[in-house]
């Protein structure tokens, strides 16, 4: 059962995409009225946590803010638009609170973000933007059919590193990998590319992965980065494994539900009680549905065996029109300790909405 929390109303104009920030009780979302809204929820789990609005940035971009990121301290926030600038920000902390937890409450009507960098160098529509793991990498692709690698410094100066020009179409998504600085990208193109660092030359990319037959909208890696789940065009969502060093291949397709474009993936850590279990994958898209799998890895069952151990997917709760008539055009997890079963989705209604999962009475058909 996926059950309504908040429908979070502010944004203008259609919402596109959410961050949760990693350490703060912070959500973020972005839109074509060119602003960034935050809002703040409790920072210790509550049945039916309240959500505040915390301040809404005005970017000051001269197009759509299509999507933003958050950087794995909490304290740095990118954001792409339309108008094929990358903006980061930072808070400004009042003078005494230096020191303040981490991870606190975040104060609402206090939280005031300055634009430190503004990043020139696509010459069209940023889609996609995401930091590293150690927050040391910014990644952005775009319209244009590239893909930049920056290198941020610790005064928010940021120097490219890479100009990746591997994908014949419009790129729309990266994803980094959870603990190694693998890149993930996704394109009109019906590809998957990833992306690795030669010291002694420069970012290349490893492997490409084809099986979808249309556009890719999205990518999300599972919680351990053994997977890589992706969400097409095509009403499907792949998930993907390394076999070798560079062979990977899809061995979970999730289909037949979706009835229209899967805009959005997200994995979340799920029900860490299940034996094998891989974590939530969340989907949305234009048909305005969210569902959520369960994945999970079948254990051996017998020592020695070594055949195949192919993981398998459940739809354990679905919920139809999120957002009214409207698209769904992303879908995020919270991965707050305590709020697992926690999500939001943002929708051409320019809302956000807040949802808890619990599995549904019925389980659906397993796929493999």
């Known amino acids: 059962m996926i059950t309504k929390l908040h429908t979070l109303e502010g944004h203008e104009e259609r919402a596109w995409q959410l961050a949760w920030n990693p350490v703060k ?38 197009k759509a803010v299509r999507c933003l990121a958050w950087a794995p301290s909490g304290k ?49 529509e940023c889609k996609s933007v995401a930091f590293s793991s ?26 490219v590193l890479s100009v990746l020009m591997e994908h014949t179409q419009d790129v729309k998504y990266l994803a980094w990998h959870p603990t190694d600085e693998i890149l993930a990208s996704a394109s009109y193109d019906d590809t998957i590319k990833l992306y690795a660092d030669d010291p002694d030359d420069d970012w290349y990319p490893f492997v490409t992965l084809k099986g979808h037959t249309s556009t890719i909208w999205s990518l999300a890696w599972s919680p351990c980065g053994d997977y890589l789940a992706s969400s097409s065009d095509d009403k499907s969502i792949r998930i993907w494994t390394r076999l070798s060093e560079n062979v990977w291949e899809t061995v979970c397709v999730l289909e037949g539900v979706h009835e229209r474009a899967v805009f959005s993936v997200s994995w979340g ?18 048909d305005g549905k969210v569902c959520v799998w369960e994945v999970v890895k079948p254990q051996k069952k017998e020592p020695g065996d070594d055949s195949p151990s192919l993981p398998t997917a459940k739809l354990i709760a679905s919920v139809d029109e999120a957002h009214g008539y409207h698209d769904v055009n992303c879908v995020a997890w919270c991965p707050r300790v305590g709020y697992e079963d926690m999500l939001a989705t943002a929708g051409d209604d320019g809302n956000v909405s807040v949802w808890r999962v619990s599995r549904d009475s019925s389980d659906a058909e397993e796929t493999s």
């Open 269 to 286: 850590r799920g029900d860490k009680r299940l034996k094998g279990g891989l974590g939530w994958v969340a989907s949305t898209g234009s």
């Open 25 to 62: 009780p912070i959500l973020a979302s972005c839109s074509s009225d060119k602003t960034v809204r935050m809002y703040a929820y409790p920072p210790r789990p509550t049945p039916t946590p309240r959500f505040q609005h915390l301040t809404t940035v005005s970017t000051g971009h001269a």
């Open 76 to 124: 740095r926030l990118a954001t792409g638009s339309f108008d094929a600038q990358i903006a980061v920000w930072e808070q400004e902390v009042p003078e005494g609170d230096e020191e303040e937890e981490e991870g606190g409450d975040a104060r609402v009507g206090e939280e005031e973000w300055e634009c430190m960098s503004s990043l020139e160098g696509h010459e069209t």
């Open 134 to 159: 150690t927050g040391g990498l910014l990644a952005s692709c775009s319209r244009d059919k590239t893909v930049w690698i920056w290198e941020a410094g610790p005064e928010c100066e940021f120097e």
